[in-house]
Nanobody
């Protein structure tokens, strides 16, 4: 079994910052990509940022320059530092990871339970 556990959401004023964390645990052989998604009220879930096991992260245009994605492979954890937050950043933030449990299994996509981020104007 594999679990993704997110933390760090909350309520902040516009212009403020939050740092989200997502830790993967369980029977993990290797992790390929890790990513953060956001689902705003009444909208579809959208990809915000993604990072492979090695290399630089990529971002959607709406968060470039404000959000920073980082990864600690030793801890199987991905972080999303969010600065200069706007009311439009409000939504449920989901962690996503593509994980292989053993050499005999394929990579499978896992999701966290989501963490609420609310930005007040």
């Amino acid at each position: 079994q594999v679990q993704l556990v997110e933390s760090g959401g909350g309520l902040v004023q516009a212009g403020g910052s939050l740092r989200l964390s997502c830790a993967a645990s369980g029977s993990i052989f290797s992790i390929n990509t890790m990513a953060w998604y956001r689902q705003a009220p009444g909208k579809q879930r959208e990809l915000l940022a993604t990072i492979a096991s090695s290399g630089s992260p990529t971002y959607t245009d709406s968060v470039k320059g404000r959000f920073t994605l980082s990864r600690d492979n030793a801890k199987n954890t991905v972080y999303l530092q969010m600065n200069t937050l706007k009311p439009d950043d409000t939504g449920v933030y989901y962690c996503n990871a593509v994980i292989r449990m053993s050499l005999r299994t394929d990579f499978t996509t896992y999701w966290g339970q989501g963490t609420q981020v609310t930005i007040s104007s």
